[in-house]
């Protein structure tokens, strides 16, 4: 039998000492929450952010970690938002409550969604970045919910007066007709709202077809042929979804009303969604008009190289640059706070003011937020499809191409 | 609105009700055969129809053994062809989980099996819906063929009013109206018809007759999801689909089901061409969103005016 001598007993708690020393000397992960819908109509964009998110962890890891905290890793906690604000914000609550040690998270790409979680994460105090458009996601009086897109009012306000521009100096005229066709999603139904408001009076334009439907759409005959009686000079598309744009463009394809030939002005990232082109043929969406919130410019160019390199998606767009923003918005808000913790986190974003490093994956190229949570100086970005690709046209500072307008308007 | 608009506009709204309703009349076949026949309310026949566009796909896309045919002719023989194959799924979910709760073996019961039945098809409908998310993953597909996005254009003599006749509806239209002729020849002329009718209106007296029926019952359930499978397959020609569709579509199964007159097959399919109808006109005077309102609203009307359905019997079945 072997004897426990005190000499023995002393090299043991010794040797444990050592190892506890070892590990404080070893610095924490630092968990960061992604609740993205990874299922349902709007699993594409979820997918997508998902491949943006898990890069951008790896980049950070790579390059050292969160310094100020002597090179912690960052661990992404994915969570599926599933297909209704209901599973949303049921995952909401399960992710506060299985991860009480988050330093803060983002999502959950569709604004009904959004505002779901953001009631469940705000009462965690937890802080919650957002691509989301509506802008009652940060019209709440929240503290902790910080919100990267321009808002959806925001958004109705600048894009009118762009395709106003482009048309009239592709045709030499001003379109006076104008058509609205989305979903009755939040961000959408915040898009309507000023346009209707204000913006088209504005700019001396009549609604002349105003289609709103529940997502997602089964057939588009209907509102197709209204869009043909109505003869608008632009269509305004607000649907939320891959599938409802398949079913759209194709609707119009088969009226002869091909963004070739009537002006369609898509809003949002899932346009730009790879799959798109996967799911109808190119030619259904060649010079459809994208409005979105965040498209990559010449600063971005070698982070897009190495994101198709890595995911042979065929291009890197809105929803991934929207994701490897975020997380490294929260890293850099995690160094600036010396601290995981939650509450030290959202003054870090609070009181941040950034022109370099995530602020390169804006066009604005500028990363601070007010007092509301919203992105000051969020500026909306204009692609279109060229040859079957989305290629950006607006603001200059990531255009690579000019802008067309079909011919025949 | 003008005269011209207002002519195209009913027009079209006519021909997209009846390819439309066509297609969801085939789809709702499927559950009244097997409501019909077995008097099992199948949960899991929007997975069913999942079932169907995910067997389509495989046929006809990548190195599918259809995928020779071509984009004009594959999708449609990838759509009949899913039929057999989700035809032996359905055979198989019969055999070894649906007969435990129906047939003979519940007859008498207090609920008649109606419970475990219950139970039993929501749960197949779980795991169908999760285990095609693992299967298939969430990025959404669709069956692509040219066909979807052109139109045969038919002038009205009306000034420039022009009915779009979509030309991959108008396929799924016809394979729809040929299936449910086939079945009804089934049922009306071949002795398997009888046999299945004998079991649905007597199963007692049916196997005192020497009809075996759990095998017809196992036939009828495998019909029934076959059929079904076949709309699925149609559908996905010009429809994007993933794991979860199939909850888009049951509640218009539903619909058409007890629109045309629970127990009625024929009358499923009448019942899934009044849904497409009233989908497609209430869109005339209604917004788009309350397309799905009115058919419930027409649902509604039909169960307080006339409780045996559109086209049923009080006592009718099969």
């Not at chain 1, 008009?289 to 890595?310: N, Q």
Request: charged share 15%; proline share 5%.
């Amino acid at each position: 039998m072997t004897q426990i001598t005190r000499r023995t007993a002393l090299a043991g708690a010794a040797a444990l000492a050592g190892s506890r020393a070892a590990r404080a000397a070893d610095p924490a992960e630092v968990k960061i929450a992604m609740m993205v819908p990874l299922s349902g109509p709007w699993a594409r964009s979820g997918l997508l952010e998902q491949m943006g998110a898990r890069m951008a962890v790896d980049d950070i890891n790579a390059a050292g970690g969160i310094k100020s905290l002597g090179g912690a890793k960052i661990k992404l906690v994915e969570f599926d938002a599933g297909d209704s604000a209901e599973k949303a914000k049921d995952a909401a609550q399960r992710m506060v409550a299985q991860e009480p040690d988050l330093a803060g998270g983002f999502g959950a790409w569709l604004s009904s969604f959004t505002l779901a979680i953001t009631e469940v994460t705000e009462r965690a105090e937890l802080p919650w970045m957002t691509l989301s458009y509506s802008d009652a996601i940060t019209g709440r009086g929240f503290k902790y919910v910080f919100q990267s897109s321009p808002t959806a009012d925001a958004q109705a306000a600048e894009v009118v007066p762009i395709i106003m521009k482009l048309a009239e100096k592709a045709t030499g005229k001003k379109p006076t007709k104008v058509a609205i066709v989305g979903d009755n999603s939040a961000s959408s139904m915040s898009f309507y709202k000023p346009l209707k408001d204000h913006v088209f009076k504005e700019q001396g334009l009549t609604l002349v077809v105003d289609e709103v439907f529940a997502p997602p759409l089964s057939d588009a005959t209907s509102i197709v042929q209204k869009l043909r009686s109505g003869k608008p000079d632009f269509v305004l598309l607000q649907s939320t979804n891959v599938g409802d744009d398949k079913l759209l463009v194709e609707k119009f394809a088969e009226f002869g009303l091909s963004a070739k030939k009537m002006p369609l002005i898509g809003g949002g990232g899932h346009w730009c969604a790879p799959e798109l082109t996967k799911l109808t043929a190119p030619e259904n969406v060649e010079g459809v008009i994208v409005a979105l919130a965040d498209w990559p410019g010449k600063k971005a160019a070698e982070l897009g190289k190495r994101f198709v390199e890595r995911t042979k998606e065929p291009w890197f767009g809105h929803d991934s640059i929207f994701a490897y923003a975020h997380v490294s918005i929260l890293a850099a808000a995690i160094d600036m706070a010396k601290s995981a913790d939650r509450h030290k986190v959202a003054a870090a974003l609070h009181s941040m003011d950034l022109t370099t490093g995530p602020a390169d994956l804006f066009p604005d190229g500028h990363v601070s937020y007010d007092e509301k949570g919203r992105r000051k100086g969020a500026q909306l970005c204009v692609v279109q499809y060229h040859n079957g690709v989305p290629m950006p046209v607006f603001p200059e500072s990531i255009a690579t191409t000019p802008a067309f307008w079909p011919k025949s308007s | 609105m003008d005269i011209e608009s207002l002519i195209e506009n009913v027009a079209n709204a006519l021909t997209a009700g009846i390819t439309i309703g066509c297609i969801y009349g085939l789809m709702c076949i499927g559950l009244g055969l097997i409501f019909g026949i077995m008097k099992v309310v199948n949960f899991a026949q929007g997975e069913i129809l999942m079932l169907g566009m995910f067997a389509s796909l495989y046929l006809v896309t990548g190195g599918g053994i259809l995928a020779f045919l071509g984009p004009y002719i594959g999708p449609f023989v990838g759509a009949i062809l899913a039929g057999p194959i989700v035809f032996i799924v359905g055979a198989l979910l019969h055999k070894f989980l649906i007969s435990r709760v129906s047939g003979l073996k519940t007859a008498g019961s207090i609920d008649d099996g109606h419970f475990g039945q219950l139970i039993v098809t929501l749960g197949i409908s779980l795991i169908l819906q999760n285990g095609g998310m693992i299967v298939f993953g969430s990025t959404p597909f669709t069956v692509r063929t040219p066909l979807s996005s052109s139109a045969i254009e038919v002038g009205l003599g009306y000034g420039d009013a022009t009915v779009f006749l979509n030309k991959a509806k108008l396929i799924a239209c016809a394979v729809a109206i040929a299936t449910a002729l086939a079945l009804y020849f089934v049922m009306e002329f071949t002795r398997i018809g009888k046999a299945l009718r004998a079991a649905a209106d007597n199963p007692t007296a049916a196997t005192y007759m020497g009809i075996n029926v759990d095998n017809y019952y196992r036939m009828a359930f495998g019909m029934g999801c076959g059929i079904t499978a076949i709309a699925g397959g149609l559908m996905a020609t010009y429809l994007s689909f993933g794991p979860f569709v199939g909850f888009d579509y049951v509640i218009i199964m539903y619909s058409g089901v007890v629109l045309g007159g629970i127990g009625s097959i024929m009358g499923a399919f009448w019942g899934g061409l009044t849904v497409g109808f009233v989908q497609q006109f209430s869109a005339l005077v209604l917004p788009p969103q309350l397309q799905n309102a009115m058919i419930f609203i027409v649902f509604l009307l039909i169960v307080l005016l006339r409780p045996q359905g559109l086209f049923g019997r009080s006592a009718e079945r099969a």
